[in-house]
């Protein structure tokens, strides 16, 4: 077989299959392209972790206070992670060149957003809610056996903690 008999079943082949090496090679830049900026997946923020665990700490307060028995209580709550959003996000994959052989990529996104009446808001695709390690419920009737168990019990059931990662203690 000569030389030019295989460029031209190699050039038979490639008409053939051109497209769908196109599709493969887009397919595998795409996998490839780093994440970028992060717009996707809208991480708490150090401060606003903080904020949002110390009004969920506020709320908690206020409600185990109405607990018959409990009286004045703080609550103490510590956090494994803190969650995330994802963003819906239109994006645009461009090329220029032949479509043969593409010489440049460009990939733009944008955050999807919607109209809410008081403003856009963006639409979030996932919501990972805070995990916590741990509660501690300092109270003035935490040393009552039916207080422990009652905060125990709301403590669980609003953070998502069994019982021995709750701890409830009388106050001063």
Known sequence: ??????TEGVRRIWDKYKFVALVALAGAVLLLWPSGSGDAAEHASPQAAPAA????????????????GVGEVQVLLTVDSDGE??????SELSYSGSTA???????????VLVDGGSGDAPVVT???YPTYRGALVVCQGGDRADVKL????????LTGLTADRIT???SQ
């Open 1 to 6: 077989m000569s030389g030019t008999q295989k």
């Open 53 to 68: 665990q110390a009004e969920l700490q506020a709320e908690m307060e206020d409600i185990l206070g109405r607990i018959q």
């Open 85 to 90: 959003r994802q963003l819906a996000e239109d």
């Open 101 to 111: 052989a593409p010489e440049d990529y460009s990939r733009s996104s944008q955050t």
């Open 126 to 128: 996932r919501t990972v």
């Open 150 to 157: 009652a905060v125990t019990e709301a403590v669980a059931s």
């Open 168 to 170: 409830v203690a009388k």
